[in-house]
């Protein structure tokens, strides 16, 4: 177990819809970042926060948006969404900006 | 920005055979380079990492050496057990400059016991 907690694990919704995914970070870590994993795409960096402030955005669609609260837990917003945003979001965190990052278990998003 | 390179995508391996896997970086702002690994079901695990003032490291099993010269770095296990099976990611991160790990697209290892 990493210490760091996504809810839900499984999503499904139909197009359209708007979905918040929720992610506390392992305790002291200032720095969270969400990632997307598509079947044939890896990992791809979509935004990091650090102690409440956007630190780097990625490729983040529009429709997508994130914010870290004063706890430091994180909410990635998914809007408007389409089947191709069907995938893995992972949330990871590290303590500070140049340390290793441990990642969550990850939430299934299905769009149907 | 950053791109890492990956290869194979998929290795199939007999038990107790050792099995490499490889990677390569653009950046050579890049210092810090960390391997994990995938299970079904699971987030990515961070199995070991290198940073770029050192040229090898081992922990048991695993070793993950670094050529900065010629920008890849390769993980290596040796004795492979079925419970090696997963998929493993490299990753290359620069921890003065943008802090993103950029990662490869991942190796499916499968051990055949």
């Known amino acids: 177990d990493s210490g760091v907690t996504q809810t839900p694990k499984h999503l499904i919704t139909a197009t359209g819809q708007r979905v918040t995914l929720r992610c506390s970070p392992r305790?002291?870590?200032?720095?969270v970042y969400w990632y997307q994993q598509s079947l044939d795409q890896g990992l791809q960096f979509l935004i990091q926060?650090?102690?409440?402030?956007?630190?780097a955005k990625g490729n983040i669609l529009e429709r997508f948006s994130a914010q870290q609260f004063p706890d430091l837990h994180s909410e990635l917003n998914l809007s408007s969404l389409e089947l191709g945003d069907s995938a893995l979001y992972f949330c990871?965190?590290?303590?500070?900006?140049?340390?290793?990052?441990?990642f969550g278990q990850g939430t299934r998003l299905t769009v149907v | 920005g950053e791109n890492v390179e990956q290869h194979p995508s998929t290795l199939s391996v007999q038990e107790g055979d050792s099995a490499v896997i490889k990677c390569t970086y653009s950046?050579?702002?890049?210092?810090?380079f960390p391997w994990y690994k995938q299970e079904l079901g699971k987030g990515p695990q961070l199995i070991i990492d290198?940073?770029?003032?050192?040229g090898e490291k081992k922990d048991q099993r695993i070793a993950v050496t670094l050529n900065k010269t010629a920008k890849h770095f390769s993980l290596h296990i040796t004795e492979t057990q079925p419970e090696d099976s997963a998929v493993y990611f490299c990753?290359?991160?620069?921890?003065?400059?943008?802090?993103?790990?950029?990662f490869g697209r991942g190796t499916s290892l499968i051990v055949h016991p």
């Open positions: 290198i940073r770029s003032n050192v």
């Open positions: 305790s002291g870590d200032l720095s």
């Open positions: 926060y650090y102690n409440g402030e956007e630190r």
């Open positions: 950046d050579s702002a890049s210092n810090y």
């Open positions: 990871a965190s590290s303590v500070v900006l140049n340390t290793e990052a441990f």
């Open positions: 990753a290359a991160q620069d921890l003065g400059g943008s802090y993103i790990p950029t």
